[in-house]
């Protein structure tokens, strides 16, 4: 829960830092402590789904939203987008925390 927490506040201050403009769909991993690595040792990976949209009851401000699941995935098991980009838990041994930012863009 403490890793995860703290890989939400890094992703979205590097949102912050990137600007809107600069948001993409990635995926990231990392070990236990939380350094990023692509080694086979993973422990969590961090998938940034980005989406387009306006506010809500209104077309006038267009809206960028990111979704971001933190997956704790000791076993490395294969994970694959839905076509709305999101991933879904495959199995009930893996932890999974999903947060939200959002930022109208102009």
């Avoid at 703290?6 to 402590?33: I, P």
């Avoid at 401000?61 to 490395?76: R, T, Y």
Wanted: without cysteine; neutral net charge.
């Amino acid at each position: 829960m403490t890793v995860t927490s703290r890989l939400a506040v890094e992703v979205q201050a590097e949102l912050q830092e990137a600007g809107v403009t600069n948001w993409s769909t990635n995926t990231t991993y990392f070990d236990a402590e939380g350094r990023v690595t692509d080694a086979p040792g993973r422990i969590y990976e961090v998938r940034r789904t980005v989406l387009d949209g306006s506010l809500p009851g209104t077309n006038a401000l267009p809206l960028k939203s990111v979704v971001v699941q933190i997956f704790k995935n000791p076993g490395g098991a294969a994970l694959s987008r839905g076509s709305n980009g999101l991933i879904s838990r495959p199995n009930n041994n893996m932890d999974e925390r999903t947060y939200l930012f959002h930022v109208a863009a102009q």
